[in-house]
């Protein structure tokens, strides 16, 4: 098995151990996720199967999008729904308000990664720190957010759930936007729920909950959850004929094809994806190249 599954990640497990389920129903070692998701967290959760573990930086950079609710009126240590939670004695601020604080989170900026993160600073990670009563100042980082739509504003206990769906660029805290709209609004917020529509090219209408996917195993249906992992690669793709594919799958050098975009490109042969290359000055180097057999 090579491949993606699409995983429906419920709130609760870690991705860490969606990652052990495909591990108990393949049978497999090589399985790896692109794209973690926090524990509070659902949707899209891109899981590899196999040799397609090759491909995680390529999938795990790519754009995502999120339908989040931003609870405003108190703030949260963690910047969610873990807290502790600190009520905020403030008037809370009408949609218009909302919408209008929400342009300031649009476009290329700097971002502070919340304090209770994966980032690590001098070989110390942030949550630890922070949970031993020592966080770190993490610097900001660059990230982009293409897109926020206010989709709803409805009163909730003891302040107002702002619901938005944001279209964003890879390394983007949803959790620090939250925390930083309600600074804007001086009310505080924090991240109330979240869920991933979209990542790698794949969709949450179409993945698959662990439920249906033990049924599947239980029938010895279980290839038929796997995505064949060069459709979702999100480089321009180069297709080599039978002699060009067996020096790309031999890691030889040689001539691209006619036409060929200059970079880093996904390579295909007769059967389907060979791997990743780089094209330069009209020669096509291998850089990750799938075994014998192919892609399922």
Known sequence: MIGVVNLDKPVG????????????LTGMRRIGHAGTLDPLASGVLPILVGAATRFSDELTGGAKRYEAVVRLGARSA???????????DAPMPSREAIAAA????QGTFDQRPPAFSARKLDGRTAYRAARAGTPIDLPPRRVTVDRIDLLDVTPADGGTDARLDIRCGAGTYIRSIARDLGDALGCGGYL??????EA?????ADAIDPTRLEALAGEGRLAEAIIAVGSLIPLPRLVLDADATWRFTHGSTGPAPDGSPEGRVAVHGPDGLLGIGHVASGALQP??????????
């Open 13 to 24: 497990p870690t991705s860490h151990d969606m990652v052990g389920l495909l591990r108990r």
């Open 78 to 88: 963690t910047d969610d729904g873990e807290g502790p939670i600190q009520p905020v």
């Open 102 to 105: 929400l342009g300031a989170f």
């Open 192 to 197: 109330a729920a979240l869920r991933r529509t």
């Open 200 to 204: 790698a090219g794949l969709s949450a």
């Open 287 to 296: 850089d990750k190249v799938l075994p014998p057999g192919g892609e399922a």
